[in-house]
Nanobody, 124 residues
Framework: QVQLVESGGGLVQAGGSLRLSCAAS????????MGWFRQAPGKEREFVSG????????YYANSVKGRFTISGDTAKNTVYLQMNNLKPEDTAVYYC?????????????????WGQGTQVTVSS
């Protein structure tokens, strides 16, 4: 089992920045690919960004490319999502997830473990 705890959400004005953190505990000896997803009210949960277990490869949704940066600190078992130039449409609950062995990096079903989510609200 892997436990994931997100933090760092909050209320920010458009154009501002936030950094989300996801602390992992449990079976972290295996380096999972990690992902960030978000879910706005009335919408499906969507992929935002992902990072390979080695930290070598990163992936972004087109909507956040150039504004968000994912990174990981293996010593701390923590993954970060730096969000810059935030827009009102970025408002959502953001979830951290650990990918399964064979699941897709870009879909909800590809992940085995999820955090509880952290709210990000961007005001215009």
């Amino acid at each position: 089992q892997v436990q994931l705890v997100e933090s760092g959400g909050g209320l920010v004005q458009a154009g501002g920045s936030l950094r989300l953190s996801c602390a992992a505990s449990g079976r972290t000896f295996r380096r999972y690919d990690m992902g960030w997803f978000r879910q706005a009210p009335g919408k499906e949960r969507e992929f935002v960004s992902g990072i390979s277990g080695s930290g070598t490869n990163t992936y972004y949704a087109n909507s956040v490319k150039g504004r968000f940066t994912i990174s990981g600190d293996t010593a701390k078992n923590t993954v970060y999502l730096q969000m810059n130039n935030l827009k009102p449409e970025d408002t959502a609950v953001y979830y951290c997830a650990a990918r399964g062995i064979s699941g897709s990096l870009y879909t909800v079903s590809g992940y085995d473990y999820w955090g509880q989510g952290t709210q990000v609200t961007v005001s215009s």
